[in-house]
């Protein structure tokens, strides 16, 4: 069966400096072949400065500064990983509400590896099922959410992976969420 294509859907990607390249870099390409539109939003421009696991990687240019981004122009967001790039996003309070207008809105999100940890403090965790990169368990599980220890998770429209690894199973789950739309919000 051939993928979904989602032309005319609208992806923001939130991410600042320290993401992880691929799990950057990758769902872009695979949402922009699908035929998605992708703008890269982060706190500051004109760039941000990507990691290779613990070694600098490179820098990727930022489409839209956060303050004049509109949760509602976009029909997904993607959160990737890296250690430093979540928890410099959690310390920004528009990066937080931005991510809680797509929780709220039940809009499809992707999360990998320690991008979920975003989710918690917007709010998107409590009774859902999903899994991180393991150092993220604990924090999950007291968020109130279900971890679990698979390649790709997916709990209406929140599709989460562990770690680079799982980056094929997370771009496909995450089109075929996009594809689907917005899911109705779990009770």
Same mark, same amino acid.
């Given at each position: 069966?051939?993928?979904?294509?989602?032309?005319?859907?609208?992806?923001?990607?939130?991410?600042?400096?320290?993401?992880?390249?691929?799990?950057?870099?990758?769902?872009?390409?695979?949402?922009?072949?699908?035929?998605?539109?992708?703008?890269?939003?982060?706190?500051?421009?004109?760039?941000?400065?990507?990691?290779?696991?613990?070694?600098?990687?490179?820098?990727?240019?930022?489409?839209?500064?956060?303050?004049?981004?509109?949760?509602?122009?976009?029909?997904?967001?993607? #959160?990737?990983?890296?250690?430093?790039?979540? %928890?410099?996003?959690?310390?920004? *309070? /528009?990066? &937080?509400?931005? $991510?809680? !207008?797509?929780?709220?809105?039940?809009?499809?999100?992707?999360?990998?590896?320690?991008?979920?940890?975003?989710?918690?403090?917007?709010?998107?965790?409590?009774?859902?099922?999903?899994?991180?990169?393991?150092?993220?368990?604990?924090?999950?599980?007291?968020?109130?959410?279900?971890?679990?220890?698979?390649?790709?998770?997916?709990?209406?429209? #929140?599709?989460?992976?562990?770690?680079?690894? %799982?980056?094929?199973?997370?771009? *496909? /789950?995450? &089109?075929?969420? $996009?594809? !689907?739309?917005?899911?109705?919000?779990?009770?």
């Amino acid at each position: 069966m051939a993928s979904p294509r989602i032309e005319g859907a609208k992806v923001a990607v939130l991410a600042t400096h320290g993401f992880e390249q691929s799990e950057l870099e990758q769902p872009v390409a695979a949402l922009t072949a699908a035929g998605a539109t992708v703008h890269v939003i982060a706190p500051k421009g004109p760039e941000i400065q990507g990691w290779e696991h613990h070694d600098k990687g490179r820098s990727t240019a930022v489409d839209l500064e956060l303050a004049k981004a509109k949760a509602g122009d976009y029909d997904a967001l993607v #959160l990737p990983g890296g250690v430093i790039n979540p %928890d410099a996003l959690r310390l920004e *309070k /528009k990066a &937080i509400a931005f $991510i809680g !207008e797509f929780v709220k809105a039940g809009k499809p999100i992707g999360a990998i590896c320690h991008g979920p940890w975003t989710l918690i403090d917007a709010g998107g965790v409590e009774g859902k099922t999903m899994t991180s990169w393991p150092s993220l368990e604990t924090d999950l599980k007291n968020a109130g959410a279900k971890w679990v220890d698979k390649e790709v998770v997916v709990d209406h429209g #929140l599709v989460t992976s562990r770690k680079p690894d %799982d980056i094929p199973a997370f771009c *496909k /789950k995450l &089109i075929e969420e $996009i594809a !689907e739309g917005r899911q109705a919000a779990a009770a």
